[in-house]
């Protein structure tokens, strides 16, 4: 089975700053994906990111980019020039390739963006 | 455009009595379908997930069950509710695929209060 882990729990950052989001997870799996959800206070689940664990570049999506460590198992989120709508609990997620496109959820991470 | 409905969005419930909760999706066919629960505060439980009309698979055995009569309806049901099934539900959908990465996409969930 596999496990994500998000260790921490709160994190703050300044507006307009950057901060990066941690995710470890277990695998014995070669192929698989990795997501990054947002979960705003509408509860809303959003994806901001993916990445396929064959591809070496990280992925990025506007202020949005990841840290894709395969040998170290670590998958984090940078986000830069942050903005008061990036508050939200932040998911990082696991799915195996080819089995059924189900997620494995971490914890979360609370992001709070102060102005 | 797909999109994903879930009602009510707000449930307060007694504890022993039914549930039914409903997910439906518009703009696609053959979805694969999902229902997670999410305690106060933390990540996703997968629940049940299908692939199919009357094809239910569960994750986490309990006093939940789900049901797919139709291609695009999901219900997720209980015949009497504990204290312990009071959370925030949230329904998703992803295109079927053997092959590929196809990311989930979530509804706007259900607020579940057991008195």
């Known amino acids: 089975a596999q496990t994500v882990t998000q260790s921490q729990p709160e994190m703050s950052v300044q507006e307009a700053e950057t901060v990066t989001l941690s995710c470890t997870y277990d695998?014995?799996?070669?192929?698989?994906?990795l997501f990054w959800y947002k979960q705003p206070p509408s509860r809303q689940m959003i994806l901001v990111i993916r990445?396929?664990?064959?591809?070496?570049q990280n992925a990025t999506e506007n202020r949005f980019s990841v840290n894709f460590q395969k040998a170290a198992k670590s998958f984090s989120l940078k986000i830069s020039d942050s903005q008061l709508g990036d508050t939200a609990m932040y998911f990082c997620?696991?799915?195996?390739?080819?089995?059924?496109?189900?997620?494995?959820f971490g914890g979360g991470t609370r992001l709070m963006v102060k102005p | 455009s797909q999109t994903i409905h879930q009602w009510p969005a707000t449930l307060v419930q007694p504890v022993g009595s039914p549930l039914s909760l409903e997910c439906t999706v518009e703009?696609?066919?053959?979805?694969?379908l999902y229902w997670y629960r999410q305690a106060a505060g933390r990540g996703l439980q997968l629940l049940f997930y299908s692939v199919g009309i009357g094809q239910i698979s569960s994750e986490v055995p309990q006093n939940l069950s789900a049901s797919r009569p139709q291609d695009r309806q999901f219900i997720l049901s209980s015949k009497k509710l504990l204290l312990s099934d009071s959370g925030f539900y949230l329904c998703?959908?992803?295109?079927?695929?053997?092959?590929?990465?196809?990311?989930?996409?979530f509804g706007p969930g259900t607020r579940l209060t057991v008195t």
């Open positions: 703009g696609t066919s053959n979805p694969n």
């Open positions: 997620a696991f799915m195996r390739y080819n089995a059924g496109n189900m997620l494995t």
């Open positions: 990445q396929e664990a064959y591809k070496q």
């Open positions: 998703a959908w992803s295109v079927r695929g053997g092959r590929g990465i196809y990311e989930q996409y």
């Open positions: 695998t014995s799996e070669s192929n698989y994906y």
